[in-house]
């Protein structure tokens, strides 16, 4: 039975599941939690060479974008050009582009592309921490979107929130497609007013912004164990204890969605941050 080991980098902490493959999923078959300063002699004294990871990026850029319609080998390069147009202090930097489809704009057909870019030099420094222990690296996915990608078969508009530390990641979906990603930071671990507040401007923000409308605010992993607002959102809120097409999560297991979630993410996905160098230099 072959194995997996996917290590998630939230912050000060580093939550690490093993699992072992079977048909339809996975088998959890350990899962461990260690500080950032441990980290690099817990590589030293691990066997297993390959990993998956997931990252919480802090300092991204994302929206979506038009370009005019053109054959799939130019929209890479025309979304990395309208980046460079966008954001002045991105010059060396990774993204991912997930077209959403077709629209017509001042009659003039465009191609609607949601696109999430960070900088190379955070993800180098990732990848070094790996290569100097002689470890490799399969994919790094950034967490708010492997997260949010689990739940791309829940049908409908809905915000996906999940928690970091004392960040609170929120993400839009529409019918299984990312729209939006916005980090907050909060003052304490769970649910408090704070948060529904910040729930509250990022679905109003939807509304008068990107005209979308979510009908509900899904809570992930941790986050559904520590609610201790007087309010409630302005919308429904469900907590996604499991999502479809995974195997039931137990309460052991909340606290480390992120690492799980990334197991799930298909291989081959179009959310791997990879730099093209790492993945000609990893083949």
């Known amino acids: 039975m072959s194995k997996s080991v996917a290590i998630s980098f939230e912050g000060e902490n580093i939550r690490i599941v093993y699992a072992s493959h079977k048909k339809g999923g996975f088998q959890i078959d350990d899962i461990l939690m260690l500080k950032d300063e441990q980290f690099d002699g817990f590589l030293e004294k691990e066997k297993i060479k390959e ?19 053109v054959k799939k080998k130019y929209i890479k390069k025309l979304v990395e050009a309208e980046i460079k147009k966008r954001v002045a202090d991105f010059n060396d930097f990774s993204f991912i582009h997930l077209l959403h489809g077709e629209k017509v704009v001042e009659n003039k057909r465009v191609l609607e592309i949601f696109v999430y870019a960070v900088k190379n030099e955070e993800i180098n ?46 993400v839009l979906m529409k019918d299984g497609q990312i729209q939006f990603v916005r980090n907050t930071h909060s003052f304490e671990k769970g649910l408090n007013d704070f948060d529904i507040q910040n729930i509250n401007m990022t679905i109003n923000y939807c509304r008068q912004s990107l ?61 791997n941050l990879l730099t093209s160098e790492y993945k000609n230099f990893y083949t």
Do not use: W
Not at 53 to 67: A, G, M
Not at 247 to 268: Q, T, W
């Open 211 to 271: 005209r979308v409308n979510p009908s509900f605010v899904m809570l992930t992993g941790s986050i559904c164990n520590h609610y201790s607002g007087t309010s409630l959102p302005s919308i429904p809120v469900i907590c996604a204890l499991n999502t479809p097409n995974q195997p039931e999560v137990g309460p052991e297991l909340l606290d480390f969605i992120c690492p799980f979630s990334a197991l799930f993410v298909a291989k081959g996905s179009e959310i």
């Open 125 to 170: 420094n990732i990848i070094k921490r790996f290569t100097s222990k002689g470890k490799f690296i399969k994919a790094i996915y950034p967490i708010a979107l492997s997260v949010a990608t689990t739940a791309k078969s829940i049908e409908g508009t809905f915000l996906c929130v999940t928690e970091i530390g004392l960040d609170k990641i929120l």
């Open 51 to 69: 990993f998956i990871v997931s990252y919480h990026f802090k300092s991204f850029y994302q929206d979506i974008i038009s370009i005019p319609t």
